[in-house]
């Protein structure tokens, strides 16, 4: 079973509307949760971080956390064509420096 | 504020050789890690260094070394380089407490 799963899409919205980017971990004792936009070519960026269960909100971002479930999520709202890229889920094992990412969800924003 | 650099930008090996890639952060962070990336795979941790002095291993360690040089600098070492080591290599590095990886622009390595 890996660490943490994503769907690997590709997922496809319409400009304007709610992206819905999911992702599972396995190990109930992780930690913290962060999500990453990648651009093609590009290395990945930091866009949230997540350490207790709820919702977290900044900006046009919000990241869900429901540790119970092992889920986190992240809602892009009014996408814009430049949100189109992958996103990749990461997980903190402990609080120690072992992380492990998921294969990442691609997102096309349709202008 | 460069943030995180990494040298080379490409590179391209023939199987057996060896080299260094460079990492350098300037933003007095603490921990600083080696990624690899490869399609359907995803980024996965090679080593890291939680601070200056210490170094352990991540997922994937075997065929690498490291050295943390001093707070700024973590070099990823492939003594004898394998055409499963093609791939993109990534250097981030991370403050105390949030864990938060800030990620340089990467390298693109060839092993033929």
């Known amino acids: 079973q890996k660490e943490v799963e994503q769907n690997s899409g590709p997922l496809s919205v319409p400009e304007g509307a709610i992206a819905s980017l999911n992702c599972t971990y396995s190990d109930r004792g992780s930690q913290s949760f962060f999500w990453y936009r990648q651009y093609s070519g590009k290395s990945p960026e930091l866009i949230m971080s997540i350490y207790s269960n709820g919702d977290k909100e900044d900006g046009r971002f919000t990241a869900q956390l429901n540790k119970a479930s092992q889920y986190v999520s992240l809602l892009i709202r009014d996408s814009q064509p430049s949100d189109s890229a992958t996103y990749l889920c990461a997980v903190n094992k402990d609080t120690g420096n072992q992380f492990y990412f998921g294969t990442g969800t691609s997102l096309t924003v349709i202008p | 504020n460069a943030g995180v650099t990494q040298t080379p930008k490409f590179q391209v090996l023939k199987t057996g050789q060896s080299m260094t890639l460079q990492c350098a952060q300037d933003m007095n962070h603490n921990s600083m890690y080696w990624y690899r990336q490869d399609p359907g795979m995803g980024l996965r941790l090679i080593y890291y260094s939680a601070s200056e002095g210490t170094t352990d291993k991540g997922e994937v360690p075997n065929g690498y070394n490291v050295s943390r040089l001093n707070k700024r600098e973590f070099s990823l070492r492939l003594e004898s380089a394998a055409p499963s080591q093609t791939s993109v290599y990534f250097c981030?590095?991370?403050?105390?407490?949030?864990?938060?990886?800030?990620f340089g622009p990467g390298t693109r390595l060839t092993v033929t």
């Open positions: 981030a590095s991370s403050g105390y407490l949030l864990y938060e990886q800030y």
